[in-house]
């Protein structure tokens, strides 16, 4: 039996074949995360084939994003696939993946309130929604709950929030240096990197890049860049709270982390099952400290079809499956996913209040303030292009930081200026 599909090139009708019991369609469907996660999507996969018998869905566990991107270069790439935001201009360009909206929409999919409109954005290309959003994770603060007491600070006069909602760079300051005054133990980490700098420069009302759209250079030399940078370096460079560079190389910030060594850490959503495995460790989330606006960077996935699925209808099918509330409810328990499936990111299989951290919310209520990137043939070529000029704001004895942010913007452009042409970014 055939059925009717669109071509997304010609719009020309082709022939989409429908399985029987004894013939099913088969799907391949490449997924990364930690085993523990892809796991939690195996038994969604083996539900729907339970539930879809003339359907067959094999899950493929890629390492991690990148090696997603080499399988569907190569010559029998997956029907259905999870892809990181950061690769949408990459896998577009190449003609990879083929436009949703109109697929989901014909069946039903409801993107109103149902999902989270910037994760939405955040995959929309041409004015055309690429990929399905999966997961939004914000960056935000971790701390150890032991080592950073806010009614232990209120006693001694310091400075500390009044809530988990929002919080002050003099703030995340104060515990910083309050963790720190405990033996052995540091205040902080913040990764040595653009993606770590960055949630730091957009609250202080600085810029990244020179167009959103089409950027050719970064702009840290700008002055508003350049005046973030100045008081967030105040708080990320002095020794006394910060972890050296020596002191990293014998033991990770994350290990010391855990180890109840460090007061903060910067991270993501993935980050709660490993910590949860430490049962002396005490943790829970604040966002990302304010500047001058609450803004943070994101771990944003989607999931997509290929350009030519073994059948477009039944991978259609599959990925609204997939998205269901009661799908998505048995992955977030996995304790890795921050849904952009509203229902599920506010109810009990997200929030888990029975466990740490005990303020889940936060990653709800910081998901409004990320602010995405422009869509770039490579983000990792850009970090490596100018990782030792950032290395050096945090770690230099003496901080020219007029010399340095020249040396990052210019460092960048080899990167920026070398770009495919854009078809238009995400919207934002």
């Given at each position: 039996m055939l059925a009717g599909a669109c071509d997304t090139e010609t719009g020309e009708p082709q022939q989409d074949p429908v399985g029987t019991v004894k013939n099913p369609v088969k799907?391949?469907?490449?997924?990364?995360?930690?085993?523990?996660?892809?796991?939690?999507?195996?038994?969604?996969?083996?539900?729907?084939?339970?539930d879809h018998p003339t359907m067959k869905v094999t899950l493929q566990h890629a390492a991690d994003a990148d090696e997603v991107i080499d399988r569907l270069n190569a010559k029998n790439p997956p029907d259905v696939y999870l892809l990181s935001q950061r690769d949408l201009a990459e896998v577009a360009k190449q003609g990879l993946n083929q436009p949703l909206e109109e697929l989901l929409?014909?069946?039903?999919?409801?993107?109103?309130?149902?999902?989270?409109?910037?994760?939405?954005?955040?995959?929309?290309l041409d004015s055309r929604l690429q990929c399905m959003p999966y997961g939004v994770s914000p960056m935000v603060i971790y701390y150890n709950t032991n080592l950073?007491?806010?009614?232990?600070?209120?006693?001694?006069?310091?400075?500390?929030?009044?809530?988990?909602?929002?919080?002050?760079?003099?703030?995340?300051?104060?515990?910083?240096?309050?963790?720190?005054?405990?033996?052995?133990a540091k205040g902080v980490y913040i990764?040595?990197?653009l993606e770590g700098l960055a949630p730091f420069v957009y609250s202080g009302d600085g810029q990244l890049f020179d167009d959103p759209a089409d950027p050719t250079t970064l702009t840290l030399s700008d002055d508003a860049s350049r005046d973030a940078l100045s008081r967030t370096l105040r708080v990320l460079r002095p020794s006394k709270v910060?972890?050296?560079?020596?002191?990293?190389?014998?033991?990770?910030?994350?290990?010391?982390?855990?180890?109840?060594?460090?007061?903060?850490?910067?991270?993501?959503?993935?980050?709660?099952?490993?910590?949860?495995k430490t049962p002396s460790l005490s943790f829970d989330v604040m966002p990302m400290p304010v500047l001058d606006s609450q803004t943070t960077v994101g771990d944003v996935s989607g999931l997509c079809i290929s350009a030519e699925p073994s059948s477009v209808s039944a991978a259609a099918d599959f990925?609204?499956?997939?998205?269901?509330?009661?799908?998505?409810?048995?992955?977030?328990?996995?304790?890795?996913?921050?849904?952009?499936?509203?229902?599920?990111?506010?109810?009990?299989?997200?929030?888990?209040?029975?466990?740490?951290?005990?303020?889940a919310a936060v990653f709800n209520q910081t998901v409004r303030n990320i602010v995405q990137p422009p869509l770039l043939d490579s983000w990792d070529d850009l970090e490596e292009a100018v990782?030792?000029?950032?290395?050096?704001?945090?770690?230099?004895?003496?901080?020219?930081?007029?010399?340095?942010?020249?040396?990052?913007?210019?460092a960048s452009k080899s990167i920026l200026e070398n770009q495919d042409e854009p078809s238009e970014t995400a919207t934002n």
């Open positions: 799907l391949s469907f490449m997924a990364y995360g930690a085993d523990e996660e892809v796991e939690a999507m195996q038994s969604t996969v083996d539900q729907f084939n339970v929409d014909s069946r039903g999919v409801d993107f109103g309130d149902y999902y989270k409109r910037d994760a939405i954005d955040s995959f929309s950073i007491d806010w009614d232990a600070m209120k006693e001694q006069g310091l400075d500390s929030p009044a809530s988990h909602a929002a919080w002050t760079l003099d703030q995340f300051n104060a515990a910083a240096e309050f963790a720190a005054s405990r033996p052995g990764d040595p990197t910060n972890l050296t560079p020596r002191q990293l190389r014998k033991e990770s910030a994350l290990d010391r982390f855990k180890t109840g060594k460090l007061g903060m850490i910067a991270g993501y959503r993935n980050m709660v099952p490993e910590l949860r990925i609204v499956d997939i998205i269901s509330t009661e799908a998505v409810e048995r992955v977030a328990e996995a304790g890795y996913l921050v849904p952009s499936n509203n229902e599920v990111a506010e109810g009990e299989a997200f929030l888990q209040p029975d466990q740490l951290p005990a303020h990782h030792a000029p950032i290395y050096k704001l945090f770690f230099n004895r003496v901080l020219n930081l007029e010399e340095l942010t020249e040396a990052i913007d210019e």
